[in-house]
């Protein structure tokens, strides 16, 4: 592995609000038993096939992205050199377990209202875990995650600044705001380790090209899978929405473009990004109820 020793020294995020240390990163109790809860109507985001298909396309990849996640980071744990970010990085994991157990069980309410996720789970899983994790070095696995973790933070931050989930039924729109929030707190530990290990240029862009077009394939897939089995795939209205969604309203493509670009600038660090505003709420609560 190649270590660039003028690298090794963490870099620890500044905090834009000077509330919240990267040292506090800590899971909250996620109180929602979706065994319990009462029925979510189909088209959940403000009745819109589009949007909610999205998010349950999300959802759909979350559990095992989130048990990959856990897997790298743990592999390189007794490797970083910084007490404080290996501290940091065990709350990441704490954190990042929490969101694939909660939206597994999720998963039971899109099965409750009829669709099969089977089909799609099995061709994500056997992909993504069985064909190209064990094809990738330990290092590729690592930028990887640095990458995923862009995309986690921008998919949360364009959701939460345009407030997307407000009118929804709250036992789904707390699943995802309070993910959404903690992928906001916790936008840096991956890129800390990084550059901790090794922080490798060529490594991290090729690690996010490749997640850029895993990820927008997959969440893409998703949502088209959804839309077919509710019947709606060639409702002219989601597509649209689809379009304002990635180009002209919520501009989901260009910022995620943008933010993986970012990404590779030498001089980049996630904390740049001022977005922890949007999650400060959310991240006051330490249980997180329907
Ligand atoms: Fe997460
Ligand atoms: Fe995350």
């Known amino acids: 592995m190649s270590k660039n020793n003028s690298l090794k020294k963490p870099v620890l995020p500044k905090n834009e609000s000077g509330e919240m240390s990267v040292d506090n990163i800590a899971p909250r109790r996620f109180l929602i038993d979706y065994d319990e809860s009462a029925d979510i109507k189909k088209h959940w985001v403000k009745d819109d096939g589009f949007l909610t ?16 996640n856990v897997r790298t980071i743990r592999s390189y744990i007794d490797d970083i050199t910084d007490e404080s970010l290996r501290n940091t990085a065990q709350g990441f994991v704490a954190q990042e377990l929490s969101h694939g157990k909660a939206h597994g069980e999720f998963l039971k309410v899109l099965t409750r209202q009829g669709y099969n996720t089977k ?5 994500y899983n056997f992909l993504s875990f069985k064909v190209l994790e064990p094809l990738s070095t330990k290092l590729s696995k690592l930028a990887f995650v640095v990458a995923v973790e862009r995309i986690n933070e921008l998919i949360a ?8 989930l407000d009118e929804s039924p709250s036992e789904a729109a707390n699943l995802y705001k309070w993910h959404f929030a903690e992928e906001i707190e916790h936008k840096s530990v991956a890129y800390d380790i990084y550059q901790n290990i090794s922080g490798n240029r060529f490594m991290l862009a090729y690690s996010t090209l490749l997640c850029y077009i ?3 394939t997959f969440l893409i897939f998703g949502t088209t899978a959804c839309m077919v089995q509710d019947g709606s795939i060639l409702n002219p209205k989601n597509w649209l929405r689809g379009f304002r969604y990635f180009f002209t309203k919520e501009k989901f493509f260009w910022k995620l473009s943008w933010g993986c670009l970012e990404l590779q600038k030498k001089s980049f660090h996630p904390s740049q990004n001022q977005n922890l505003h949007l999650a400060e709420a959310i991240l006051k609560s330490r249980d997180i109820t329907a």
């Open 53 to 68: 298909h999205w998010m349950n396309a999300y959802t759909l990849t979350i559990p095992g992205g989130e048990d990959f």
């Open 119 to 123: 089909i799609f789970l099995s061709i």
């Open 157 to 164: 931050e364009v959701n939460l600044e345009h407030k997307l």
């Open 214 to 216: 895993i990820n927008l």
